[in-house]
């Protein structure tokens, strides 16, 4: 079993940045790749980010290319969600999510059906 805890959502004004991270447990996290997904107001959940389980292979929406930063430390069983130039459309719950076992980055697309875990959400907030 694999438990997620994201952190670090806020009220910020656009044009700032915020880092989001998320903390998993289970000794089989640091294996798995993990993904953000984010759900604004009346939208559906949209993949924004996922990385492999070295860390080495990021994977962007088209969206966020050059905004958005996905990274871990497998040391800290942690992820992280670097999000510059905040936008008052990033204005949405953002979630954390780690892909089944068996999946890797390459084949789970940003398809919520591949990830079977997830965390409860932290609320980002972006003010004109």
């Known amino acids: 079993q694999v438990k997620l805890v994201e952190s670090g959502g806020g009220s910020v004004q656009a044009g700032g940045s915020l880092r989001l991270s998320c903390v998993a447990s289970?000794?089989?996290?640091?294996?798995?790749?993990m993904g953000w997904f984010r759900r604004a107001p009346g939208k559906e959940r949209e993949g924004v980010a996922r990385i492999s389980s070295t860390g080495g292979t990021p994977y962007y929406a088209d969206s966020v290319k050059g905004r958005f930063t996905i990274s871990r430390d497998n040391a800290k069983n942690t992820v992280y969600l670097q999000i510059a130039s905040l936008q008052p459309e990033d204005t949405a719950v953002y979630y954390c999510?780690?892909?089944?076992?068996?999946?890797?980055?390459?084949?789970?697309?940003?398809?919520?059906?591949?990830?079977?875990?997830w965390g409860q959400g932290t609320q980002v907030t972006v003010s004109a």
């Open positions: 999510a780690a892909a089944m076992r068996g999946r890797t980055c390459a084949t789970t697309y940003f398809w919520e059906s591949r990830f079977g875990y």
């Open positions: 289970g000794n089989t996290a640091s294996s798995l790749c």
